[in-house]
C-alpha cells in the first residue's frame, strides 16, 4: 500500500490504527459471502451436508481476504474522506 495518494498526496495513514474499523466491513463482507454460499448450495445442491459447506465457506474466507481485506480498507478511508478530482487549475 503506498504512503500517500499519487494525485492528490492524500494520505492513506493518517493516523495509527486508522483501519481499526475496516475491521467491521471486512465482517460484514465475510457474512455476506457465507450467506451467498450456503444459498447458492441449497439453491444448486440440496443435498449438501454441513460438512461440505463449513469446507467450501473456510477454502473461499482464506481465497478472498487478500482481496476482502484490501476492498475493506478502500470502503473505509473512502467513508470518511470524500473523493474530490484533480483540482482545477486556476490558470484559465
Ligand atoms: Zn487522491
Known sequence: MKKNCEVCNQ???PEPGYYFGAMF???GLNTAL?????VGLEL?????SLTLLLV????SA???LP???????SLWIAIFIPY???EPSNQS
Open 62 to 64: 482464506i481465497l478472498l
Open 11 to 13: 494520505s492513506f495513514e
Open 34 to 38: 457465507f450467506i451467498a454460499i450456503w
Open 44 to 48: 444448486f445442491y440440496s443435498e449438501y
Open 25 to 27: 466491513i471486512s465482517y
Open 56 to 59: 467450501l465457506i473456510s477454502i
Open 84 to 86: 474530490r478530482a484533480k
Open 67 to 73: 482481496l476482502f481485506f484490501r476492498i475493506s480498507r
